[in-house]
């Protein structure tokens, strides 16, 4: 009867052991679930996150540049962003320089109209359609057209600017 007993008592062992093993594995597979749910809801906030930060990345950029287009053209803005756009027009200012360099080294001529680069067999310019027939104008000759464009049209040269600095003076109190 011991032998039965032992046996009994091994059996009833084995299956509490087995019973125990396969609670704990269930429970840690409900861990493993619950912390995979958790790293792929984690991972899709961070996707979300970073797309939301980029929007606001963007809107913030249109918004400068908004505003740098109003100081361009003599707009009052809040003088503390006065120094902001004066460095964003020397650096568009210095990019300018910079193409119409490539330009000269490429041996192009210029639209008299819009100052649009043109290949040198051009006719017609593809951007304002003038006739460019029989035109060689240089780099610097291209840029005063241009300039006087750009003033007539939307972008004001940095020989406006000091307007803006007289319009934010006289405007200081009526600053929103």
Known sequence: MDFKN???KIRKTAI???????????????????????????S???????????????????IGKQICEKYEH?????????????DIVKLKTNVKNMKDRIIQLKNKKFCPKCGEALESETVFCPKCGYSSENI???????????EINE??????????????????????????
């Open 6 to 8: 032992t046996l009994s």
């Open 16 to 42: 509490d052991t087995a019973s125990s093993v396969a609670q704990s594995a269930k429970e840690g597979s409900s861990v493993i679930a619950k912390k995979s749910e958790e790293l792929v809801e984690i």
């Open 44 to 62: 899709k906030l961070t996707v979300s996150i970073s797309s939301e930060e980029s929007k606001l990345k963007d809107i913030y950029a249109e």
């Open 74 to 86: 003599g707009i009052y803005i809040d003088p503390d962003l006065v120094e902001n756009c004066n």
């Open 136 to 146: 060689n104008i240089t780099v610097e000759e291209s840029n005063e057209a241009f």
């Open 151 to 176: 003033i007539q049209g939307n972008i004001a040269d940095e020989e406006t600017l000091p307007e803006t600095e007289i319009i934010e003076e006289e405007n200081k109190d009526t600053a929103f």
